[in-house]
């Protein structure tokens, strides 16, 4: 009896000199179709200006190949970690809020080549990257 090989979906969140990037990865030799990738909240990236949580390739991934793996942008990390509501008020004192989350759960769904349906639940917490350092690249003349 010959074993099939299943597709196996993760999101990451990978932090690259002082980079924050998501990484969409089929790590099998089977391909993934019609995956959904679901955070559980909105967070913005590109300086603040995009909702990245609801970019289309999120929804709309119909073919993922074995092994392929997608590496988006996020946000440069100082700039995702800075970012801060200062309207709050509690207590009458105005305490910043952070505005992007930093603890996410991802749901991921796909199916196999027979059609058969997989899922994944990841838990990340963003803010172990927040007090890494990095070196700045330096460009040659």
């Known amino acids: 009896m010959e074993e099939t090989i299943k597709p196996d979906v993760l999101v990451d969140f990978l932090f690259e000199k002082g980079l924050l990037f998501i990484l969409v990865k089929n790590h099998s030799d089977a391909a993934a179709m019609g995956v959904k990738i679901n955070f559980d909240k909105a967070f913005n990236g590109v300086g603040g200006r995009v909702q990245v949580s609801a970019l289309n390739i999120f929804q709309h991934l119909q073919y993922l190949a074995p092994r392929k793996e997608i590496k988006i942008f996020l946000d440069v990390a100082s700039a ?62």
Request: glycine share 4%; proline share 6%; charged share 25%.
């Open 80 to 141: 995702y970690f800075a970012r801060l509501n200062p309207a709050k008020v509690i207590a009458g004192k105005n305490i910043p809020e952070r505005l992007e989350p930093t603890e996410l759960n991802v749901h991921i769904s796909w199916f196999d080549e027979a059609r058969v349906a997989h899922e994944k639940k990841i838990h990340h917490n963003l803010i172990i990257y927040k007090d890494l350092g990095y070196i700045p690249q330096i460009e040659q003349l």
